[in-house]
Protein backbone atom coordinates (compact mmCIF):
# COMPACT_ATOMS: atom_id res chain seq x y z
CA UNK A 1 0.00 0.00 0.00
CA UNK A 2 2.35 2.53 -1.08
CA UNK A 3 -0.30 5.01 -1.82
CA UNK A 4 -1.34 6.56 1.56
CA UNK A 5 -5.18 6.54 -0.05
CA UNK A 6 -4.90 3.13 -0.52
CA UNK A 7 -4.21 2.59 3.11
CA UNK A 8 -7.55 1.56 5.55
CA UNK A 9 -8.16 4.05 8.24
CA UNK A 10 -8.51 2.49 11.78
CA UNK A 11 -9.86 3.36 15.30
CA UNK A 12 -8.37 1.49 18.55
CA UNK A 13 -10.72 1.09 21.63
CA UNK A 14 -9.42 0.88 24.83
CA UNK A 15 -6.50 -0.38 26.36
CA UNK A 16 -3.99 1.87 27.11
CA UNK A 17 -3.03 0.45 29.84
CA UNK A 18 -2.65 -2.82 28.06
CA UNK A 19 -1.96 -3.36 24.73
CA UNK A 20 -3.03 -0.04 22.71
CA UNK A 21 0.65 1.44 22.41
CA UNK A 22 2.15 -1.32 21.10
CA UNK A 23 -0.52 -1.60 18.21
CA UNK A 24 -0.35 2.16 17.55
CA UNK A 25 3.38 2.17 17.05
CA UNK A 26 3.20 -0.83 14.91
CA UNK A 27 0.26 1.12 12.32
CA UNK A 28 2.19 4.43 13.05
CA UNK A 29 5.68 4.34 14.08
CA UNK A 30 7.63 7.52 15.68
CA UNK A 31 9.54 6.89 12.41
CA UNK A 32 8.96 5.56 8.96
CA UNK A 33 5.93 4.38 6.90
CA UNK A 34 2.31 3.90 8.56
CA UNK A 35 0.19 1.08 7.72
CA UNK A 36 -2.84 3.34 7.99
CA UNK A 37 -4.31 6.43 6.45
CA UNK A 38 -5.55 7.97 10.13
CA UNK A 39 -5.93 6.33 13.46
CA UNK A 40 -7.97 7.46 16.20
CA UNK A 41 -7.66 5.64 19.71
CA UNK A 42 -10.13 6.24 22.68
CA UNK A 43 -10.10 5.43 26.17
CA UNK A 44 -10.97 6.58 29.03
CA UNK A 45 -7.28 7.89 30.51
CA UNK A 46 -5.95 11.42 29.74
CA UNK A 47 -2.54 11.56 27.91
CA UNK A 48 -2.13 15.11 28.76
CA UNK A 49 -1.37 15.06 31.59
CA UNK A 50 -1.23 11.77 31.75
CA UNK A 51 -2.96 9.22 34.19
CA UNK A 52 -1.65 6.16 33.02
CA UNK A 53 1.89 4.71 32.27
CA UNK A 54 2.40 5.84 28.33
CA UNK A 55 5.90 4.68 28.19
CA UNK A 56 9.03 7.12 26.23
CA UNK A 57 7.88 5.83 22.80
CA UNK A 58 3.88 6.53 22.74
CA UNK A 59 4.15 10.14 23.45
CA UNK A 60 5.90 10.12 19.83
CA UNK A 61 3.37 8.30 17.79
CA UNK A 62 0.81 10.84 19.27
CA UNK A 63 3.09 13.30 17.62
CA UNK A 64 2.22 11.98 14.23
CA UNK A 65 -0.45 13.77 12.20
CA UNK A 66 -1.84 10.67 11.32
CA UNK A 67 -2.84 9.86 15.12
CA UNK A 68 -5.29 11.60 16.83
CA UNK A 69 -6.07 10.25 20.63
CA UNK A 70 -9.49 11.27 22.55
CA UNK A 71 -10.90 10.82 25.54
CA UNK A 72 -14.02 8.85 26.36
CA UNK A 73 -16.20 7.30 28.29
CA UNK A 74 -16.61 4.06 26.57
CA UNK A 75 -20.05 2.82 28.96
CA UNK A 76 -22.18 5.83 27.33
CA UNK A 77 -23.16 4.57 23.82
CA UNK A 78 -23.77 7.96 22.47
CA UNK A 79 -19.79 8.83 22.98
CA UNK A 80 -18.77 5.17 20.99
CA UNK A 81 -21.04 6.32 18.45
CA UNK A 82 -19.57 10.03 18.29
CA UNK A 83 -16.08 8.14 18.13
CA UNK A 84 -16.77 6.37 14.95
CA UNK A 85 -17.34 9.76 13.63
CA UNK A 86 -14.12 9.93 10.98
CA UNK A 87 -12.38 13.57 10.66
CA UNK A 88 -13.23 15.54 7.94
CA UNK A 89 -11.90 14.61 4.43
CA UNK A 90 -10.91 11.43 6.05
CA UNK A 91 -11.99 7.80 4.73
CA UNK A 92 -14.96 5.94 7.29
CA UNK A 93 -12.88 3.42 10.06
CA UNK A 94 -12.40 0.10 8.41
CA UNK A 95 -10.61 -1.21 11.42
CA UNK A 96 -12.07 -1.48 14.83
CA UNK A 97 -9.71 -2.82 17.16
CA UNK A 98 -11.32 -3.15 20.49
CA UNK A 99 -8.76 -3.91 23.21
CA UNK A 100 -11.36 -2.81 25.70
CA UNK A 101 -12.06 -4.44 29.28
CA UNK A 102 -11.30 -4.31 32.80
CA UNK A 103 -7.98 -6.31 33.55
CA UNK A 104 -7.85 -5.65 37.59
CA UNK A 105 -9.40 -9.04 39.52
CA UNK A 106 -10.13 -6.94 42.83
CA UNK A 107 -12.71 -4.24 40.72
CA UNK A 108 -16.05 -7.06 41.58
CA UNK A 109 -18.60 -8.43 39.07
CA UNK A 110 -20.53 -5.53 38.45
CA UNK A 111 -17.54 -3.30 37.61
CA UNK A 112 -16.02 -6.31 35.23
CA UNK A 113 -19.68 -6.45 33.49
CA UNK A 114 -20.09 -2.57 33.19
CA UNK A 115 -16.47 -2.02 31.85
CA UNK A 116 -15.81 -5.39 29.92
CA UNK A 117 -19.19 -6.30 28.53
CA UNK A 118 -20.95 -2.94 28.20
CA UNK A 119 -17.96 -1.24 26.91
CA UNK A 120 -17.78 -3.79 24.42
CA UNK A 121 -21.12 -4.22 23.34
CA UNK A 122 -21.25 -0.27 22.61
CA UNK A 123 -18.39 -0.95 20.49
CA UNK A 124 -19.62 -3.91 18.77
CA UNK A 125 -23.04 -2.35 18.17
CA UNK A 126 -21.37 0.71 16.31
CA UNK A 127 -18.88 -0.94 14.25
CA UNK A 128 -21.80 -3.41 12.87
CA UNK A 129 -23.62 -0.55 12.48
CA UNK A 130 -21.11 0.91 10.19
CA UNK A 131 -20.30 -1.68 8.96
CA UNK A 132 -16.49 -1.85 9.12
CA UNK A 133 -14.47 -4.13 7.40
CA UNK A 134 -13.08 -5.61 10.09
CA UNK A 135 -13.70 -6.13 13.83
CA UNK A 136 -10.86 -7.62 16.22
CA UNK A 137 -11.63 -8.24 19.54
CA UNK A 138 -8.75 -9.01 21.82
CA UNK A 139 -9.51 -11.81 24.74
CA UNK A 140 -7.19 -11.98 27.68
CA UNK A 141 -5.71 -14.95 29.31
CA UNK A 142 -8.93 -15.36 31.77
CA UNK A 143 -8.56 -19.77 30.82
CA UNK A 144 -7.29 -22.44 32.63
CA UNK A 145 -6.67 -25.40 30.51
CA UNK A 146 -5.57 -28.99 31.90
CA UNK A 147 -1.52 -29.81 31.97
CA UNK A 148 -1.97 -31.50 29.25
CA UNK A 149 -1.66 -29.82 25.82
CA UNK A 150 -1.01 -27.41 23.92
CA UNK A 151 -4.90 -26.58 23.24
CA UNK A 152 -6.33 -25.34 20.12
CA UNK A 153 -9.42 -23.53 19.56
CA UNK A 154 -11.74 -25.87 19.44
CA UNK A 155 -11.20 -27.10 22.91
CA UNK A 156 -13.71 -25.83 25.50
CA UNK A 157 -11.20 -23.93 27.60
CA UNK A 158 -12.79 -22.42 31.03
CA UNK A 159 -12.71 -19.47 32.68
CA UNK A 160 -12.51 -19.49 36.38
CA UNK A 161 -12.96 -16.33 38.47
CA UNK A 162 -15.97 -13.50 37.99
CA UNK A 163 -13.94 -11.07 35.85
CA UNK A 164 -12.61 -14.32 33.72
CA UNK A 165 -16.11 -15.24 33.31
CA UNK A 166 -17.60 -11.83 31.81
CA UNK A 167 -14.70 -11.64 29.21
CA UNK A 168 -15.53 -15.16 28.20
CA UNK A 169 -19.28 -13.99 28.36
CA UNK A 170 -18.14 -10.98 26.41
CA UNK A 171 -17.18 -13.22 23.68
CA UNK A 172 -20.38 -14.71 23.43
CA UNK A 173 -22.19 -11.71 22.97
CA UNK A 174 -20.45 -10.24 20.06
CA UNK A 175 -19.90 -13.62 18.54
CA UNK A 176 -23.62 -14.27 18.47
CA UNK A 177 -25.35 -13.17 15.25
CA UNK A 178 -27.86 -11.20 16.06
CA UNK A 179 -30.43 -9.24 14.23
CA UNK A 180 -28.30 -6.24 16.25
CA UNK A 181 -25.28 -7.06 14.51
CA UNK A 182 -25.71 -10.03 11.81
CA UNK A 183 -23.00 -8.77 9.72
CA UNK A 184 -19.97 -7.74 12.45
CA UNK A 185 -16.82 -8.95 11.06
CA UNK A 186 -15.52 -10.11 13.99
CA UNK A 187 -12.48 -12.01 14.82
CA UNK A 188 -11.17 -13.36 17.88
CA UNK A 189 -7.55 -13.01 19.15
CA UNK A 190 -6.92 -15.47 22.42
CA UNK A 191 -3.62 -14.71 23.88
CA UNK A 192 -1.09 -15.95 26.29
CA UNK A 193 0.76 -14.14 28.94
CA UNK A 194 2.06 -10.85 27.29
CA UNK A 195 6.08 -9.64 28.40
CA UNK A 196 8.09 -7.20 26.34
CA UNK A 197 9.55 -3.70 27.00
CA UNK A 198 7.38 -1.27 28.72
CA UNK A 199 4.89 -3.96 29.37
CA UNK A 200 3.73 -3.41 32.97
CA UNK A 201 0.72 -4.48 33.41
CA UNK A 202 -0.73 -7.81 34.35
CA UNK A 203 1.12 -11.44 35.74
CA UNK A 204 4.02 -9.98 33.29
CA UNK A 205 5.92 -13.32 32.35
CA UNK A 206 3.86 -15.05 34.81
CA UNK A 207 5.66 -18.40 36.15
CA UNK A 208 3.41 -18.75 39.40
CA UNK A 209 5.29 -20.24 42.71
CA UNK A 210 4.50 -20.99 45.88
CA UNK A 211 7.29 -20.24 48.38
CA UNK A 212 7.77 -21.73 51.92
CA UNK A 213 10.10 -20.68 54.49
CA UNK A 214 10.32 -22.88 58.02
CA UNK A 215 12.02 -20.56 60.17
CA UNK A 216 10.71 -17.84 62.56
CA UNK A 217 11.15 -15.35 60.91
CA UNK A 218 10.10 -16.04 57.27
CA UNK A 219 6.67 -17.64 56.83
CA UNK A 220 5.16 -19.55 54.39
CA UNK A 221 5.25 -16.32 51.14
CA UNK A 222 2.64 -17.53 48.11
CA UNK A 223 3.79 -15.58 45.06
CA UNK A 224 4.01 -14.73 41.66
CA UNK A 225 7.14 -14.71 39.36
CA UNK A 226 7.62 -11.76 37.46
CA UNK A 227 11.05 -10.29 36.44
CA UNK A 228 10.85 -7.74 39.13
CA UNK A 229 10.26 -10.54 41.70
CA UNK A 230 12.90 -12.52 39.85
CA UNK A 231 15.34 -9.40 40.22
CA UNK A 232 14.62 -9.24 44.48
CA UNK A 233 15.54 -12.89 44.76
CA UNK A 234 18.64 -12.18 42.75
CA UNK A 235 19.62 -9.21 45.02
CA UNK A 236 18.84 -11.11 47.61
CA UNK A 237 21.01 -13.90 46.21
CA UNK A 238 18.42 -16.31 47.72
CA UNK A 239 17.04 -19.41 45.09
CA UNK A 240 13.17 -19.18 44.77
CA UNK A 241 11.26 -22.28 45.91
CA UNK A 242 8.03 -23.91 44.84
CA UNK A 243 6.06 -26.53 45.43
CA UNK A 244 4.64 -26.83 42.42
CA UNK A 245 6.40 -29.50 41.32
CA UNK A 246 7.54 -31.02 38.99
CA UNK A 247 6.51 -27.68 37.32
CA UNK A 248 4.86 -29.21 34.21
CA UNK A 249 2.03 -26.39 34.37
CA UNK A 250 2.21 -24.38 31.02
CA UNK A 251 2.55 -20.95 31.46
CA UNK A 252 2.25 -20.12 27.81
CA UNK A 253 3.88 -16.40 26.61
CA UNK A 254 3.71 -14.15 23.68
CA UNK A 255 5.56 -10.84 22.79
CA UNK A 256 3.87 -8.36 22.56
CA UNK A 257 5.67 -7.36 19.41
CA UNK A 258 3.33 -10.39 18.61
CA UNK A 259 0.42 -9.17 19.94
CA UNK A 260 0.44 -5.96 17.82
CA UNK A 261 1.49 -7.64 14.49
CA UNK A 262 -1.55 -10.51 14.75
CA UNK A 263 -3.90 -8.09 15.58
CA UNK A 264 -3.08 -6.47 12.33
CA UNK A 265 -2.45 -9.51 10.52
CA UNK A 266 -6.37 -10.67 11.87
CA UNK A 267 -7.51 -7.32 10.60
CA UNK A 268 -5.69 -7.83 6.79
CA UNK A 269 -7.23 -11.73 7.03
CA UNK A 270 -10.60 -10.65 7.38
CA UNK A 271 -11.11 -7.68 5.24
CA UNK A 272 -11.41 -9.44 1.73
CA UNK A 273 -13.73 -12.52 3.28
CA UNK A 274 -16.59 -10.97 5.67
CA UNK A 275 -17.95 -13.19 8.21
CA UNK A 276 -19.68 -15.41 6.60
CA UNK A 277 -16.83 -16.52 4.68
CA UNK A 278 -14.43 -16.02 7.83
CA UNK A 279 -16.75 -18.43 10.00
CA UNK A 280 -16.86 -21.08 7.81
CA UNK A 281 -12.67 -21.18 7.40
CA UNK A 282 -12.23 -20.61 11.00
CA UNK A 283 -15.40 -20.24 13.04
CA UNK A 284 -15.31 -21.81 17.04
CA UNK A 285 -18.27 -22.35 19.30
CA UNK A 286 -18.22 -20.24 22.06
CA UNK A 287 -20.00 -22.27 24.80
CA UNK A 288 -21.84 -21.03 28.31
CA UNK A 289 -19.55 -20.94 31.13
CA UNK A 290 -21.43 -18.77 33.53
CA UNK A 291 -24.43 -18.45 36.08
CA UNK A 292 -27.79 -18.68 34.27
CA UNK A 293 -29.09 -16.24 36.71
CA UNK A 294 -26.71 -13.60 36.55
CA UNK A 295 -26.84 -13.47 32.42
CA UNK A 296 -30.53 -13.35 32.78
CA UNK A 297 -30.03 -9.68 34.65
CA UNK A 298 -27.51 -8.46 32.10
CA UNK A 299 -29.14 -6.69 28.79
CA UNK A 300 -27.71 -7.81 25.81
CA UNK A 301 -26.63 -11.46 27.11
CA UNK A 302 -27.16 -14.54 24.52
CA UNK A 303 -29.37 -17.80 25.92
CA UNK A 304 -27.30 -19.96 28.02
CA UNK A 305 -27.88 -22.72 25.55
CA UNK A 306 -26.85 -20.88 22.58
CA UNK A 307 -24.18 -21.49 20.85
CA UNK A 308 -22.29 -18.33 19.22
CA UNK A 309 -20.07 -18.87 15.98
CA UNK A 310 -17.05 -16.59 15.44
CA UNK A 311 -13.42 -16.75 14.00
CA UNK A 312 -11.14 -17.42 16.82
CA UNK A 313 -7.18 -17.49 17.21
CA UNK A 314 -4.61 -18.41 19.58
CA UNK A 315 -1.79 -16.44 19.99
CA UNK A 316 1.44 -17.99 21.94
CA UNK A 317 4.90 -17.86 21.14
CA UNK A 318 6.70 -21.72 20.09
CA UNK A 319 8.36 -21.60 23.65
CA UNK A 320 5.55 -23.97 25.05
CA UNK A 321 6.81 -22.67 28.43
CA UNK A 322 6.21 -24.41 32.18
CA UNK A 323 6.78 -23.33 35.19
CA UNK A 324 9.92 -25.13 35.79
CA UNK A 325 11.33 -23.87 32.27
CA UNK A 326 10.47 -20.19 32.78
CA UNK A 327 11.23 -20.19 36.78
CA UNK A 328 14.78 -21.50 35.92
CA UNK A 329 15.75 -19.51 33.21
CA UNK A 330 14.48 -15.98 34.61
CA UNK A 331 16.15 -16.99 37.76
CA UNK A 332 19.55 -17.47 36.01
CA UNK A 333 19.02 -14.84 34.14
CA UNK A 334 19.63 -12.74 37.76
CA UNK A 335 21.80 -14.84 38.81
CA UNK A 336 19.66 -17.29 41.89
CA UNK A 337 17.97 -20.70 41.45
CA UNK A 338 14.18 -21.71 40.87
CA UNK A 339 14.17 -25.26 43.07
CA UNK A 340 11.64 -27.76 44.27
CA UNK A 341 10.71 -28.46 47.96
CA UNK A 342 10.46 -32.00 48.91
CA UNK A 343 7.29 -34.06 49.01
CA UNK A 344 6.96 -33.88 52.98
CA UNK A 345 7.85 -30.13 52.49
CA UNK A 346 5.36 -29.96 49.90
CA UNK A 347 2.35 -31.87 51.88
CA UNK A 348 2.78 -29.06 54.97
CA UNK A 349 3.13 -26.21 52.93
CA UNK A 350 -0.05 -27.64 50.82
CA UNK A 351 -1.68 -27.97 54.11
CA UNK A 352 -0.83 -24.94 55.74
CA UNK A 353 -1.96 -22.84 51.98
CA UNK A 354 -4.92 -23.99 52.20
CA UNK A 355 -5.83 -23.13 55.43
CA UNK A 356 -3.86 -19.64 54.94
CA UNK A 357 -5.90 -19.17 51.88
CA UNK A 358 -9.34 -19.60 53.41
CA UNK A 359 -8.69 -18.18 56.79
CA UNK A 360 -6.76 -15.33 56.30
CA UNK A 361 -5.74 -14.64 52.91
CA UNK A 362 -5.54 -10.68 53.70
CA UNK A 363 -2.93 -11.50 56.36
CA UNK A 364 -0.98 -13.29 53.93
CA UNK A 365 -1.03 -11.27 51.10
CA UNK A 366 -0.18 -8.26 53.84
CA UNK A 367 3.17 -10.35 54.79
CA UNK A 368 4.00 -10.97 51.36
CA UNK A 369 3.54 -7.35 50.04
CA UNK A 370 5.76 -6.26 53.03
CA UNK A 371 8.83 -8.84 52.10
CA UNK A 372 8.68 -8.48 48.42
CA UNK A 373 7.64 -4.29 48.26
CA UNK A 374 10.20 -3.85 51.10
CA UNK A 375 13.35 -5.00 49.32
CA UNK A 376 12.44 -3.44 45.67
CA UNK A 377 11.88 -0.29 47.42
CA UNK A 378 15.30 -0.35 49.13
CA UNK A 379 17.01 -1.77 45.51
CA UNK A 380 15.42 1.37 43.95
CA UNK A 381 16.61 3.54 46.88
CA UNK A 382 19.99 2.09 46.59
CA UNK A 383 20.52 2.26 42.69
CA UNK A 384 23.00 4.27 41.30
CA UNK A 385 21.37 6.95 40.48
CA UNK A 386 18.57 6.33 42.57
CA UNK A 387 15.23 5.49 41.05
CA UNK A 388 12.01 8.15 42.07
CA UNK A 389 9.86 7.18 39.45
CA UNK A 390 8.88 3.73 38.13
CA UNK A 391 5.83 2.15 37.17
CA UNK A 392 7.05 -1.09 38.07
CA UNK A 393 5.72 -2.67 41.55
CA UNK A 394 6.07 -5.64 43.19
CA UNK A 395 2.79 -5.57 45.09
CA UNK A 396 0.76 -8.93 44.72
CA UNK A 397 -3.00 -8.98 44.60
CA UNK A 398 -5.18 -12.10 45.30
CA UNK A 399 -5.17 -12.61 41.53
CA UNK A 400 -1.35 -12.88 41.41
CA UNK A 401 -1.27 -14.96 44.44
CA UNK A 402 -3.18 -17.99 42.49
CA UNK A 403 -2.41 -20.78 40.30
CA UNK A 404 -2.68 -20.39 36.75
CA UNK A 405 -2.65 -22.91 33.54
CA UNK A 406 -2.86 -21.80 30.47
CA UNK A 407 -1.45 -23.38 27.24
CA UNK A 408 -2.51 -23.08 23.74
CA UNK A 409 -1.38 -24.23 20.35
CA UNK A 410 -0.60 -21.36 17.56
CA UNK A 411 -0.64 -23.55 14.81
CA UNK A 412 -4.58 -22.65 13.40
CA UNK A 413 -3.56 -18.63 13.30
CA UNK A 414 -0.15 -19.64 11.32
CA UNK A 415 -1.51 -22.12 8.69
CA UNK A 416 -4.64 -20.03 8.00
CA UNK A 417 -3.58 -16.19 8.78
CA UNK A 418 0.14 -16.79 8.06
CA UNK A 419 1.20 -14.82 10.59
CA UNK A 420 4.84 -15.78 11.69
CA UNK A 421 6.16 -14.89 14.92
CA UNK A 422 8.45 -11.94 15.74
CA UNK A 423 9.28 -13.25 18.38
CA UNK A 424 9.14 -16.85 18.56
CA UNK A 425 10.80 -17.69 22.13
CA UNK A 426 10.47 -16.67 25.38
CA UNK A 427 14.51 -16.39 26.33
CA UNK A 428 17.22 -14.38 28.63
CA UNK A 429 17.83 -12.50 25.46
CA UNK A 430 14.27 -11.28 25.11
CA UNK A 431 14.25 -10.18 29.43
CA UNK A 432 17.65 -8.72 28.59
CA UNK A 433 15.88 -6.66 26.35
CA UNK A 434 12.94 -6.16 28.85
CA UNK A 435 15.49 -4.82 31.55
CA UNK A 436 17.64 -2.35 29.41
CA UNK A 437 14.95 -0.57 28.20
CA UNK A 438 13.33 -0.39 31.96
CA UNK A 439 17.03 0.83 32.71
CA UNK A 440 17.51 3.54 29.71
CA UNK A 441 14.30 5.10 31.02
CA UNK A 442 14.97 5.29 34.84
CA UNK A 443 12.63 2.91 35.72
CA UNK A 444 15.42 -0.23 36.64
CA UNK A 445 17.65 0.04 39.58
CA UNK A 446 21.24 -0.24 38.31
CA UNK A 447 24.01 -1.36 40.47
CA UNK A 448 27.74 -2.16 39.74
CA UNK A 449 28.83 -5.37 38.35
CA UNK A 450 31.11 -7.30 41.05
Not at 182 to 205: A, D, K, M, Q, T
Not at 263 to 282: H, K, S, T, Y
Not at 413 to 428: A, D
Request: charged share 20%; proline share 7%.
Amino acid sequence: MSDSLEKPSAIIFGGLNTFSRALAALLVPPQGDSLVSHLRIVDKFSVSPPTTYLGPEFPKVLARPEVEYRQANLTVPSAVASAFDSPTGKAPYAYVFDLSGEVNHDRGEVIAIKMTFTVARNIALEAAKRNVKAYVRLQQPVYETPDKGPFDEKEDVKPVKTLDIWWHETLRMVGARLSVFPSLNLVILRVGFVYGPYVEFGLCETVHYLQIHFTHAEKTLPDALVITVASIYGYMKKPMKTIWGPGKEPVHTVHIDDVAGALWACAEWMRPLGRQQADAIAGEKILFHNDKGKVREVGGTCTPDARPVAPIFNLVDDSETTLAKGGSMITQFFGTTFEFYSSLETAMAKAYQFISFQLKLEDLEEEINEHHVGTWTEMLQLSNPPVTHTPLNAYMDKYALSRHRLGYSNHKIKRIVGYQLKRPNFCQETIQEVVDKWKAEGSWPVFPKT
